[in-house]
């Protein structure tokens, strides 16, 4: 990270001013830089003896629902009290002569996030279902809550949420379409938009939705067995359609019989493993936990790769216009057209849960 970056990002002098009139003086400080993720940045800050959490938009973004800090701190205050465990937030703050944006700051949790893989104390089936199971059983908590009695009754309109993803994933895709298709076209991947066009469900239950519900946007605690102990990066969350969230879920999750992943820069392998929950075990376990039917699924599974093909798809567009280093944005020439040859597979049944 250069140098430059990171005083984009922080004004420490102004960040400890302000720390210091919420928080108090303390006599020793640090701040440093989360590395993992995609959207949001995360600053981590030793101050004193607490350990805390600092969420903000990206430098130069400007604050649209994916970049929304307030809207996920509103949120996550919301469900603090609640069974869904999250990081307690602490502060919020809107001036921008602080570091420069929206910024909220919340406690630090202990344990691991499964990116690369399963700790060494998880690795027994035992363990390897459990967290599956957590996995799982906190989604469905969050399709359970009261958003109403939570002061969330105004945080979306979930009456058509469905319909607005496949329109909003089908603009995305003209967008980089603009660009993209004098490389290549993908027919694939307009077969696949006109199918979810045609075959958006009528009706769906209105919950609390997440958004961007995965394995390696929860943490687990440090001990055994298996406890998820903080379900992050809620930026995407508002009121919508349960089923979705299930859809986005299973589209990361890996069985043994799978064929090898499209994306292998953003999709880890080990829950192949013996012992893990398989995608159709999961969506038993979400239907016992909510009493929702995982109706319509081949439509929810399509939808999230096609979300996902749409990802794919503009950071192709930013590749070739010379808006990204990245080097996994080239290698979307190949895998958006893969991906769009599976949500294919899902919709004509030759890819079952």
Request: aromatic letters at 10%; a negative charge.
């Amino acid at each position: 990270m250069s140098e430059n970056y990171y005083e984009r990002l922080v004004d420490e002098d102004a960040l400890v001013a302000y720390l210091e009139d919420h928080l108090g003086s303390v006599d020793d400080y640090e701040i440093e830089r989360h590395q993992e993720g995609h959207s949001n940045e995360t600053l981590f800050v030793s101050w004193g003896d607490r350990e805390l959490v600092i969420r903000r938009p990206p430098p130069g973004e400007t604050a649209d629902t994916a970049h929304d800090v307030l809207r996920e701190y509103r949120v996550t205050n919301a469900v603090a009290d609640t069974d869904v465990p999250v990081a307690k937030p602490i502060l919020a703050c809107e001036d921008h002569d602080v570091i420069g944006s929206d910024f909220y700051v919340m406690d630090q949790l202990e344990g691991d996030v499964l990116r690369e893989g399963e700790p060494e104390r998880f690795a027994d089936p035992d363990h390897r279902r459990r967290i599956g199971e957590e996995l799982v059983d906190n989604l469905a908590k969050i399709h359970d809550l009261d958003y109403e009695a939570i002061g969330l009754g105004e945080f979306g309109r979930p009456a058509g949420y469905t319909q607005r993803q496949v329109d909003r994933w089908g603009k995305q895709l003209s967008w980089a379409f603009e660009v993209t298709e004098d490389e290549r076209e993908i027919p694939d991947l307009h077969e696949v938009g006109d199918w979810l066009r045609d075959n958006v469900p009528e009706e769906h239950p209105h919950t609390l939705v997440h958004g961007d519900y995965k394995l390696d946007n929860v943490m687990f605690g440090p001990g055994t067995p298996p406890e998820l102990v903080g379900v992050f990066d809620w930026e995407m969350a508002t009121l919508g359609d349960p089923r979705a969230d299930l859809g986005w879920m299973l589209s990361y999750w890996r069985d043994s019989k799978d064929p090898d992943p499209e994306i292998p820069e953003l999709v880890t392998r080990f829950m192949e493993q013996e012992g893990y929950p398989t995608r159709r075990e999961l969506v038993d376990r979400w239907e016992d936990r909510t009493g929702y039917e995982f109706e319509h699924e081949r439509f929810y599974r399509a939808l999230a790769v096609y979300k996902l093909a749409g990802l794919g798809e503009m950071f192709f567009r930013r590749y070739l216009e010379g808006n990204s280093d990245d080097p996994m944005y080239p290698k979307m020439e190949d895998r958006v057209p893969a991906l769009a040859a599976r949500a294919k597979r899902i919709i004509e049944g030759d890819e079952p849960l």
